[in-house]
């Protein structure tokens, strides 16, 4: 009978000749289909990877910030500062974190992943995201795509990124948990009232799901925030339905409050 120590050393082994032998397959398929800038596309050294060029165009968006929704400061304010908008009216989520301010090159990336079925982007996006994953995090939550759009799409960009967070963070994400049950046109174009307006109701917990929630500090994962109607009709379902907190967590974020996504 074999010892365990043999049967460890025996999966060694094999693992090191599968290893030696997909080596010169993955040179052979780095020559054929070489890593490139998801900004671009121009060659880079490894996947999910920008080019200095567009490296250089993106802002990627920290502290400090506004101690209620995380717009950033040009300058530290000290602790517990507001912006004026959360002066005038404090939101009832817990902190809009972007990886990067909505430009070019980030525009560029979500409509890559959303429209041109590069899922891989995901990954991308994800890794930039990760490092401001909220302390204390307990459940990621992807803003809800309805049945048509999943139809026609084949699939929610939003559920793809909160699937990687979950492999670089450890935090679990529930998919199926927050649904949106009616269909609504794009908000491009609407105002503020508009957008909340069309949102409103969109979107919904079942009361079999909601023990899934209760409690919990929520982490809302989207790719793009624009005015924050969907997210903040997804954050209302969500507290409603029991959670202890809801922050969001996102790939870009549109710094103009003015500007359409």
Known sequence: MLTAQ????????????????????????NLALPPRCPGCGAVTGEDHRFCSACWGKLRFLGPPWCAAC????????????LCAPCHRQPPRHAGVRAAVAYGDVAR??????????RTAFAETVAR???????????????VPLHRWRIWSRGFNQAALIARA????????????????????????????????????GAFHIPAHARERVRGKSVVLVDDIHTSGATSDACTRSLLQAGAASVAILCWARVLDPAADD
């Open 108 to 117: 560029t990336v979500a409509l890559r992943l959303k429209y041109g079925g």
């Open 165 to 200: 967070l979950t492999r670089a963070s450890g935090v679990a994400n529930d998919p199926m948990l927050l649904q949106r049950v009616r269909s609504t046109p794009p908000l491009r174009g609407m105002g503020a009232r508009g957008r909340a307006k069309t949102v409103s």
């Open 6 to 29: 043999a049967c460890a050393a025996g999966r060694a082994a094999r693992q090191g000749c599968v290893a030696r032998f997909l080596d010169p397959l993955r040179v052979v398929a």
């Open 70 to 81: 995380n717009a950033p400061f040009a300058y530290d304010r000290g602790p517990g500062a």
């Open 128 to 142: 930039q995201m990760a490092r401001l994953m909220p302390e204390g995090a307990e459940l990621l939550v992807p």
